[in-house]
């Protein structure tokens, strides 16, 4: 009943050092970026910001392509935007799947009814450029999709060798890159990438809700054969392209592409506020040094295995093909791992990631990640943990984890 509609309380979340996969906590100039005031998306100030943005993040993809932008939600939305807009019913596309974010790819190209094939990893390795290159050839696929980081996993797929082989195939590249931007290395066009998508809440240190996309010429050019300008705003000189049109309306990149062209071409309502946030994320990568951010991600890791190894638990994955910025670490067999979990939550104030699929249960993953890949979040997540396994009887070494962390910076 109305009358005892309850307000709550005023909004207050507690404060939580968030080690997870993602999201993590955003840099302080995020939050003050976030609170600013509201424009209109006509408004000049405004048109200059979005130009701004895609300056900023040229620079984070490294790449020249004019069609830098905005997609408006989390980092799915760009990779659905990617792939309905580049995908046909029939098309067929390659994907090699490393872990849970290489399955979404496929749940979302099967949808758009594209002809899939996968080349399948077991989780925790990555897939090799002579596997993709084999399969191109037998398959000849129009994409190529994968992704970068896979979270899931902790691993780090190498992109630079199989961008070579699908330019020399003639093969359209996409790649995810939403766990690995800003704490790896990423270079578009020197890698030949036609399509990249991301998101703010790992590495680039914002909360998630907006998704950085580049896309080749080449890229862009297959698109706009599927160009559609919407009745109500269509004008006399705008050019439908010839081929079927595209299926989504809110994710459909050749209307995007011109919302952010310079015509302006009306489409949705820009997340003002989120802009703001994906501005400053970019200023601040772009600003520390595109090197400097991923050596800190990069120490950061490291620390934290080294920690967890001291500790006398092991690690998950090759080692030698890790992102910088999670770690997998499997759970000791004498713990539950969700009731340690839940106690790092309750008494510290740290979350820590589950996993899924077929490492459900098995480890935890810790990020480092953005505003979180320092020397004091690694150490107190370490002492945490160490404390609580301490009390649930776990076999580990004691009074090591921290020092060995500590190492790491000097
Ligand atoms: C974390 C992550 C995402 C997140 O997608 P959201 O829609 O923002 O939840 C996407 N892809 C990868 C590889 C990730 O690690």
């Given at each position: 009943?109305?009358?005892?509609?309850?307000?709550?309380e005023?909004?207050?979340p507690?404060?939580?050092?968030?080690?997870?996969?993602?999201?993590?906590?955003a840099?302080?100039?995020?939050?003050?970026?976030?609170?600013?005031?509201?424009?209109?998306?006509?408004?000049?100030?405004?048109?200059?910001?979005?130009?701004?943005?895609q300056?900023?993040?040229?620079?984070?993809?490294?790449?020249?392509?004019?069609?830098?932008?905005?997609?408006?939600?989390?980092?799915?939305?760009?990779?659905?935007?990617?792939?309905?807009?580049?995908?046909?019913?029939?098309?067929?596309v390659?994907?090699?799947?490393?872990?849970?974010?290489?399955?979404?790819l496929?749940?979302?190209?099967?949808?758009?009814?594209?002809?899939?094939?996968?080349?399948?990893?077991?989780?925790?390795?990555?897939c090799?450029?002579?596997?993709?290159?084999?399969?191109?050839?037998?398959?000849?696929?129009?994409?190529?999709?994968?992704?970068?980081?896979?979270?899931?996993?902790?691993?780090?797929?190498?992109?630079?060798?199989?961008?070579?082989v699908?330019?020399?195939?003639?093969v359209?590249?996409?790649?995810d890159?939403?766990?690995?931007?800003?704490?790896?290395?990423?270079?578009?066009?020197?890698?030949?990438?036609?399509?990249?998508?991301?998101?703010?809440?790992?590495?680039?240190?914002?909360?998630?809700?907006?998704?950085?996309?580049?896309?080749?010429?080449?890229?862009?050019?297959v698109?706009?054969?599927?160009k559609?300008?919407?009745?109500?705003?269509?004008?006399?000189?705008?050019?439908e392209?010839?081929?079927?049109?595209?299926?989504?309306?809110?994710?459909?990149?050749s209307?995007?592409?011109?919302?952010?062209?310079?015509?302006?071409?009306?489409?949705?309502?820009?997340?003002?506020?989120?802009?703001?946030?994906?501005?400053?994320?970019?200023?601040?990568?772009?600003?520390?040094?595109?090197?400097n951010?991923?050596?800190?991600?990069?120490?950061?890791?490291h620390?934290?295995?080294?920690?967890?190894?001291?500790?006398g638990?092991?690690?998950?994955?090759?080692?030698?093909?890790?992102m910088?910025?999670?770690?997998?670490?499997?759970?000791?067999?004498?713990?539950q791992?969700?009731?340690?979990?839940?106690e790092?939550?309750?008494?510290?104030?740290?979350?820590?990631?589950?996993?899924?699929?077929?490492?459900?249960?098995?480890?935890?993953r810790?990020?480092?990640m953005?505003?979180?890949a320092?020397q004091?979040?690694?150490?107190?997540?370490l002492?945490?943990?160490?404390?609580?396994?301490?009390?649930?009887?776990?076999?580990?070494?004691?009074?090591?984890?921290?020092?060995?962390?500590?190492?790491?910076?000097?």
């Open positions: 009943m109305d009358n005892q509609q309850s307000l709550f005023t909004l207050n507690p404060q939580r050092l968030l080690m997870g996969p993602g999201p993590i906590n840099y302080p100039r995020v939050h003050q970026a976030l609170s600013q005031s509201l424009i209109g998306q006509y408004d000049p100030v405004m048109t200059g910001y979005m130009n701004q943005v300056s900023l993040y040229r620079g984070v993809f490294q790449t020249n392509n004019q069609h830098t932008l905005l997609v408006d939600g989390t980092a799915r939305s760009g990779i659905e935007a990617v792939l309905v807009s580049v995908l046909k019913p029939g098309d067929k390659l994907i090699p799947v490393i872990g849970r974010f290489g399955h979404l496929c749940e979302i190209a099967r949808r758009v009814g594209a002809e899939i094939r996968t080349i399948d990893i077991e989780w925790g390795g990555v090799t450029a002579e596997q993709v290159e084999a399969e191109i050839k037998r398959f000849q696929p129009k994409l190529l999709a994968t992704v970068q980081g896979d979270t899931s996993t902790t691993m780090n797929q190498p992109l630079k060798e199989i961008g070579e699908c330019h020399r195939h003639g359209l590249f996409y790649c890159a939403t766990a690995s931007i800003a704490g790896n290395e990423l270079k578009v066009d020197e890698w030949h990438l036609d399509a990249v998508s991301a998101g703010l809440q790992k590495c680039l240190g914002g909360p998630s809700g907006s998704s950085p996309i580049t896309l080749s010429e080449q890229c862009a050019d698109i706009n054969r599927r559609h300008v919407e009745a109500g705003i269509r004008a006399d000189h705008h050019q392209g010839g081929d079927m049109m595209i299926q989504s309306n809110y994710f459909d990149l209307m995007i592409m011109d919302y952010w062209g310079p015509e302006r071409l009306n489409h949705h309502t820009e997340a003002t506020s989120m802009l703001y946030a994906a501005r400053e994320c970019a200023r601040l990568f772009l600003e520390e040094g595109i090197e951010t991923i050596a800190r991600h990069k120490q950061a890791g620390a934290l295995a080294k920690g967890l190894s001291a500790m638990l092991r690690l998950f994955g090759d080692q030698t093909q890790k910088n910025n999670v770690v997998g670490v499997y759970i000791p067999e004498e713990v791992g969700d009731e340690v979990r839940a790092l939550l309750n008494r510290f104030g740290i979350e820590i990631g589950t996993s899924f699929g077929p490492l459900h249960g098995k480890i935890w810790i990020g480092t953005g505003y979180n320092r004091d979040c690694v150490l107190t997540t002492a945490a943990l160490e404390a609580i396994l301490i009390r649930h009887r776990a076999r580990i070494d004691v009074g090591q984890a921290v020092c060995a962390a500590m190492e790491c910076y000097r």
